[in-house]
């Protein structure tokens, strides 16, 4: 019987994604009232969806406010952090960065994730004796630092300076 299961899965076809040019060719030909209607039921499906549809409708065209609030909400979560044991310390930063690290992935914009990381390096360097008391958050810092430095690369040279002169201090320990 079992046999028989696994030889029935082996023949059924796996359901694959298919590819971004091809939704694309689909979404095109579809009427617009049926398109709104996918986009809900997406943003319904998954949180991470809907955060990302309402940051294209309605923060998308004001960069400078959407990076003003993710940074508000950096500030709130450090000072909420306290003075938390490096155990618990390290979990919060991980998320604060974790979700920096989404709200960078929305925007899809160097600049904005040069600005997003330097001020989380520089609230996580404000935040006492963290750095020397745990290595990982010693190494984490170090990976963020890195990441800036080659998003600084990408940028024309004017701007290469003012970043490379505030990356410069985070780097003097």
Known sequence: MTRQLYEKKENEAELKAVTVHELKKEMLSLPHAELVEICLRLAKFKKENKE??????????????????????????????????????????????RVTNKHIRFTQSK?????????????LRRSGDLLKQSVQLGNLYAQQLK??????????????YDYLRQLDQLLKV
Not at 58 to 77: G, H, K, M, N
Not at 148 to 156: L, T
Request: proline share 1%; aromatic share 10%.
């Open 52 to 97: 990302l549809l309402s940051y294209l409708l309605f923060d998308a065209s004001y960069p400078e406010t959407y990076l003003d609030q993710v940074r508000a909400y950096i500030d709130a979560e450090f000072d909420a952090m306290g003075n938390m044991n490096a155990w618990a310390a390290k979990k919060v930063i991980r998320k604060i960065l």
């Open 147 to 160: 990441k800036i430095g080659k998003a600084i690369d990408a940028q024309h040279e004017d701007l290469q």
């Open 111 to 123: 600049t904005a994730e040069i600005e997003l990381l330097l001020h989380f390096c520089k609230k």
